[in-house]
């Protein structure tokens, strides 16, 4: 056994150096398969929102015509009714501390207003949660899980889930109150997947009072990317700020995330095959003009010093941060609108003397060519297949107490998420939280102006976060001054490799 | 001491002094980053990020402290971890004894192979055991219970090969003598190998407490149930969002630390005593 | 031959609790691990297919994986001999009958309570050295926030890690190198001395082999601390300022927030044996090359 060692160390050194190929191109190719293509839609070709394409053929020939729903677990909701004990559900979130406490207030509400049904909540991080959610098996999964908006063609993939449109079907479930791109957004081949629960956007953060000393106009920030430019100009060069904009390359928001908000903005496609919503997605579209300018016009604000780099801002506030730096302030960033409340809350304490609370300004995102809308982030319901039709059907139950209006203008109120129906904002405690404070009220405005066009529901991917990951990297690059087309190309080619890698996996 | 040898020329003046000062400073340095850790406990929120005026003695507080142990449930997750890593450690100390006497005093065929084994087990990474590990004791039934937490953590090879390290320095001679004697294994280990090592024994007792404390990995992975969750994982629940309370973290941790410190104490006063009782006779 | 065979049942009877738990626990979570390194799964698990064994030379030869080694091999080269230096160094300092040496053991001990992850997060609050830095707001995972400076830095990085991980560890080599240090015979000080050997060489003439198990057991406990660092990626750097990203380490690279790896079991798998291959050839290697100078019984 002494041997293995020695032996182990001369493999792996006649194994050689670097091979030059990527991690997740190792192992044998997979089989290729004699099948006619799935179709794809040619450049430019659109189908409306929620329609697909036809399914692949195959070499087998079709028993029915069925649909891709009928294909699919089916969600009894009726099941609910003949219950004589109450059925226990499990729910994992993704949410952690006061959050989940929040959660579970829910959950006592609703276990207390009927007997029927009992809900407990685990919490856990998303990416615990996701992690063994993966792991498990039918045994010991739980009922429903939180699953943030990138994970929808994993859980797709997965065959673990009830299809939300099947039990809103089977119920006769009353949709019209939701905002559309919400459903859309998790929706994807013509099923309605989940349900949307926590819902944010990116908004514009700015500093009023940098914008009055610049002689801009505090309640006219940016519109177009062009705007901002020009805004950060005058800022600059009046003094009234060290930045115009505080960007950052994470792949959560500005090195990810941002690209797929502005491919949206300019009313463009992310991937292909509509963003993955017509049929699978094979590659990614970004490394075209849009891309390369949108890129270029960043790094360009960068070398002209309107705009300073944060780098990774991994804990996600390093951008924010830059707008109290008290020796070389920007005046600009966009963040999530989920931190709008927590920053109120830092600018209140008094933590800078020199910004307060009421600097604050909250605007949509700016975009190319000032287009509204935007995508939608944050997580959304899903339920489990159990193969038991009393759960599912309590399941759907829970789910739609949670995204009844009450609840939703109640959970919106408290956390600072946006309500997924118009409805909820007409009730208290939203009502007065949104007339106290509109600066909540942008990013759900922002939301509502979104064209109703396919390129407004964002890119549906199997690898999703891993694709964001190496879109980060490459604008990580940019920002440091690579060049930005062959960048922005080898980002899209390991794009690329990861979402065939997937689909030759999942699909 | 051993290392006294020397003491007659050192314990004079200037070079005790030379090494006072030495020490202090050491000290300053490793202590440094644990100071500034208290102190954030120790202060109210909004103090405790008021820097560089943190990390000064002043406006301390135990309401930080107190705020953690209530909100995290700390004395459960306390005593659950406390009940786990002691019996952990017992266990780890009998293994690993046992089996490091075998690879020390015995030959017996298959000696290496097994040592190999043994070897390469401390080597595999931890998250690549927990995924299976997780299913095993799942099948098993002993998910969210206390023997799924203990049993898989009851014998490291890092132990063994620590009792090991000590057992080699033991002179052949000695052990020669003593089947001469007639002495068998088990009394041989007891009375002879076993006080020989004490220094190392407590040395290991106190590692695998701490490891065993510390855990993190595996009580997340099939702890779920507020009954039998340990401190490790506990400490999740104070990460609020609240600016008041930023502290709170830092908080339960220095109170998850607290017993690890009055352990480490208590061993010192152990090392101590062992250098006259460890000291082999020519 | 029959002496051989006659500890037998002995020893089966002492090496068989240690054996079992480590069989089951360990050993077995090994194998399966091995046997699916071959294959590409889905996210679940459930659906594979056969990517033959040479995945394991794919990977190994893989940009990201030679990248990440190259990193981690940095990390252990700066962790592992000055954690050593510093843990003897210490140990010999404090090994010495003076008042309140009690204390002063204590403190050099300490390190050893905390945990990876508390390390990591006292020193992330040490790295940042501006005043009025904002706290955190929302969801970071610790009330904290990363500073530009060293540990955003892609050549301060990888160090600030090592010096956090050197930190935390030293509490460990400090005890253990103590314990060993008793155990040394007074005699052989005693000979020493009186053949005329000074201090310093008594110390490499009498101290420095008898530690030699203890220093060999400590090295290889501290290079697979290095080859396995991931608590200290996550919350320091999460793998490093982009785009070079030089705190990578193999660990994180695959059990990272972001890893690539981390939805196919398969291809996870394939990594995590290639990493215990890796760390297996350098305890091997330690073992030789610490072997000569190791000084057993007397």
């Given amino acids: 056994m002494k041997r293995v060692a020695p032996l182990t160390l001369a493999a792996l050194v006649l194994m050689g150096c670097g091979s030059g190929e990527s991690i997740i191109t190792a192992g044998r190719e997979p089989p290729v398969v004699t099948q006619p293509p799935a179709p794809t839609l040619a450049p430019g070709e659109t189908l409306p929102v929620g329609e697909t394409l036809p399914p692949a053929p195959t070499t087998i020939a079709p028993t029915t015509t069925a649909a891709l729903l009928d294909t699919l677990p089916d969600c009894p909701t009726d099941a609910l009714a003949s219950v004589t004990t109450p059925v226990e559900l499990t729910m994992w979130l993704g949410l952690t501390g006061p959050l989940a406490d929040q959660m579970r207030q829910l959950a006592d509400a609703y276990n207390a207003s009927q007997s029927k049904v009992h809900v407990t909540m685990i919490e856990a991080s998303y990416q615990q949660t996701i992690d063994k959610y993966l792991q498990s098996n039918q045994e010991n999964r739980p009922d429903l899980v939180q699953m943030p908006e990138y994970m929808v063609q994993t859980m797709v993939d997965s065959r673990t889930a009830v299809p939300a449109e099947a039990c809103i079907k089977s119920s006769g479930y009353d949709t019209s109150a939701f905002l559309p791109t919400l459903l859309d957004a998790f929706a994807t081949q013509g099923v309605n997947w989940s349900m949307p629960f926590n819902i944010s956007n990116p908004v514009l953060f700015y500093n009023k009072k940098m914008f009055t000393a610049a002689g801009l106009d505090p309640e006219k920030p940016p519109v177009s990317l062009d705007d901002m430019r020009a805004d950060s100009q005058a800022l600059v060069s009046s003094g009234a700020a060290t930045y115009g904009v505080a960007l950052d390359s994470n792949f959560d928001s500005g090195g990810g995330w941002y690209i797929e908000q502005w491919f949206a903005k300019a009313g463009e496609f992310y991937a292909d095959n509509q963003n993955g919503r017509a049929a699978r997605a094979t590659k990614v579209l970004y490394n075209n003009d849009t891309g390369v300018s949108l890129l270029t016009f960043l790094q360009s604000m960068l070398n002209d010093g309107l705009a300073v780099n944060v780098g990774d801002n991994t804990s996600g506030f390093d951008n924010l941060l830059k707008l109290g730096d008290k020796d070389a302030p920007a005046a600009m960033t966009i963040a999530t609108s989920a931190a709008i409340g927590p920053v109120l809350a830092v600018l209140k304490s008094g933590q800078f003397p020199q910004f307060t609370g009421d600097d604050l300004g909250i605007a949509p995102m700016p975009g190319p060519g000032g287009k509204p809308g935007a995508l939608v982030g944050g997580a959304s319901l899903w339920i489990v297949d159990s193969g038991d039709d009393a759960r599912t059907a309590a399941a759907w139950d829970f789910t739609t107490y949670l995204t009844s209006a009450q609840v939703q203008s109640q959970w919106a109120s408290e956390t600072g998420y946006l309500p997924v129906r118009t409805d909820a904002q007409t009730l208290d405690p939203l009502q007065t939280t949104w007339a106290t404070?509109?600066?909540?009220?942008?990013?759900?405005?922002?939301?509502?102006?979104?064209?109703?066009?396919?390129?407004?529901?964002?890119?549906?991917?199997?690898?999703?976060?891993?694709?964001?990951?190496?879109?980060?990297?490459?604008?990580?690059?940019?920002?440091?001054?690579?060049?930005?087309?062959?960048?922005l190309a080898d980002s899209a080619s390991k794009a690329d490799a990861l979402i065939a890698d997937y689909n030759s996996r999942n699909g | 001491m051993a290392a006294d040898i020397g003491a007659t020329e050192t314990t004079h003046g200037a070079r005790k002094v030379g090494r006072y000062v030495l020490l202090v400073f050491v000290a300053i340095v490793v202590l440094f980053p644990i100071y500034a850790t208290l102190m954030q406990a120790l202060k109210s929120g909004p103090d405790s990020i008021d820097h560089p005026k943190s990390l000064l003695p002043i406006n301390l507080t135990l309401d930080t402290m107190r705020a953690a142990w209530r909100i995290g449930d700390l004395g459960r997750l306390l005593v659950n971890s406390l009940f786990v890593s002691i019996v952990v450690t017992i266990g780890v100390i009998v293994t690993s004894v046992l089996a490091a006497y075998a690879f020390a005093f015995l030959d017996f065929p298959g000696k290496g192979l097994l040592f190999a084994f043994f070897l390469a087990t401390l080597l595999v990474p931890a998250e690549l055991t927990v995924v299976v590990n997780q299913r095993t004791i799942s099948s098993l039934g002993w998910i969210n219970s206390y023997q799924g937490l203990i049993v898989p953590l009851l014998a490291t090879t890092f132990g063994t090969f620590l009792v090991r390290q000590v057992f080699l320095t033991v002179p052949k001679d000695l052990r020669e003598a003593a089947a001469l004697d007639g002495v068998g294994h088990f009394r041989f280990l007891g009375e002879v190998a076993v006080p020989l090592c004490r220094p190392t024994l407590g040395a290991l007792a106190l590692f695998t407490f701490l490891g065993t404390w510390n855990q993190y990995l595996w009580p997340s992975a099939i702890i779920t149930d507020d009954e039998h969750r340990t401190i490790q994982i506990g400490l999740e629940r104070l990460k609020t969002g609240d600016v008041d309370k930023l502290n709170l973290v830092t908080a339960g941790t220095v109170i998850a630390a607290l017993p690890i410190f009055i352990v480490l104490i208590a061993f010192q006063r152990q090392l101590v005593r062992g250098l006259t009782a460890g000291a082999v006779k020519g | 031959m029959k002496r051989r065979w006659r500890q037998f049942p002995v020893a089966i009877g002492m090496l068989a609790p240690s054996a079992i738990i480590l069989g089951v626990f360990v050993v077995y979570p090994l194998i399966h691990s091995i046997q699916l390194g071959h294959l590409r799964c889905d996210a679940t698990g459930t659906r594979c297919r056969d990517g033959g064994w040479i995945q394991y030379v794919d990977v190994f030869r893989s940009n990201e994986f030679q990248h990440a080694l190259f990193n981690t091999i940095g990390l252990a080269l700066m962790t592992v001999p000055i954690g050593l230096v510093l843990g003897i160094g210490l140990a010999v300092l404090a090994d010495r009958h003076l008042r309140g040496i009690g204390f002063f053991r204590t403190v050099f001990s300490s390190t050893v309570a905390t945990s990876v992850a508390v390390a990591s997060l006292i020193f992330f609050v040490l790295l940042q050295p501006e005043v009025g830095l904002l706290p955190h707001l929302f969801h970071g995972l610790f009330p904290v926030l990363k500073d530009p400076g060293l540990l955003r830095d892609p050549n301060t990085a990888m160090p600030a890690v090592a010096l956090s991980s050197i930190w935390a560890s030293l509490g460990f080599t400090f005890i253990v190198i103590t314990a060993a240090l008793q155990g040394i015979p007074r005699e052989l000080y005693e000979s020493a001395?009186?053949?005329?050997?000074?201090?310093?060489?008594?110390?490499?003439?009498?101290?420095?082999?008898?530690?030699?198990?203890?220093?060999?057991?400590?090295?290889?406990?501290?290079?697979?601390?290095?080859?396995?660092?991931?608590a200290e990626i996550a919350l320091l750097t999460g793998g490093g300022p982009d785009p070079e990203r030089p705190t990578q380490t193999v660990a994180y690279l695959i059990y990272g927030q972001n890893s690539l790896v981390k939805n196919d079991i398969g291809l996870k798998s394939t990594s995590a044996v290639l990493l215990f291959l890796v760390l297996l050839v350098l305890a091997f290697v330690q073992f030789r090359g610490l072997d000569k100078r190791v000084h057993y019984g007397s």
Wanted: net charge negative.
């Fill in chain 3, 193 to 230: 001395f009186v053949d005329g050997a000074g201090g310093w060489t008594r110390f490499t003439n009498v101290t420095l082999p008898m530690l030699g198990p203890t220093i060999l057991f400590t090295s290889v406990v501290l290079t697979t601390r290095a080859f396995q660092a991931y």
């Fill in chain 1, 437 to 487: 404070d509109p600066r909540f009220k942008v990013p759900y405005d922002q939301l509502q102006a979104a064209p109703d066009v396919p390129t407004s529901v964002g890119p549906v991917v199997g690898p999703l976060l891993e694709v964001r990951t190496v879109t980060a990297q490459g604008v990580a690059a940019i920002f440091g001054g690579a060049d930005v087309a062959s960048t």
